[in-house]
């Protein structure tokens, strides 16, 4: 006894963009949103203030935390753009070695920058009162939170990669 089996397949395309929030519920997607959030208060605080005061980056400190500041920023957004956008980017990424190197030379620029930027700005406060003082402290306070968030993120980034 013989039997006929008829398989029929349904192809349909889709344009609709899928977007993978559940990223964001995970410990590596909140530490890159923390990240990504921080990162844009602090380049938002130095360049404000650094404006304000009309030497935009004038000193060595505040140039090298604005650039290490939008340097992470934007790779960081783009790592968070990339795993909400493609399911395959999400799960593939964490894995890699290229996850934890970043993670681990964001947190090295980053706290070398906030530090020097500690020391810049609290140095010039002992000689004279600027107005700008408390702008550029927040700046540099908060980038060493955000050094600490990259050091955790080594971390998950690290764990992932041993595991993947």
Known sequence: MSHSVVVTRTVTTSTAIILNTGILKTPSGLLKLCETVIGAICLGLVSYYSVFSNRFLGDPEHTFFFLVTFAFLMTTFLMLISAILSLMS????PKTLFEFLYHVFAFIFYISASLALIVTVSSQNKHYRTSTYEGKMAAAVLGLVNSVLYLISA????RGYKMG
């Open 90 to 93: 999400a799960t593939v990424l």
């Open 155 to 158: 971390f998950f980034s690290f």
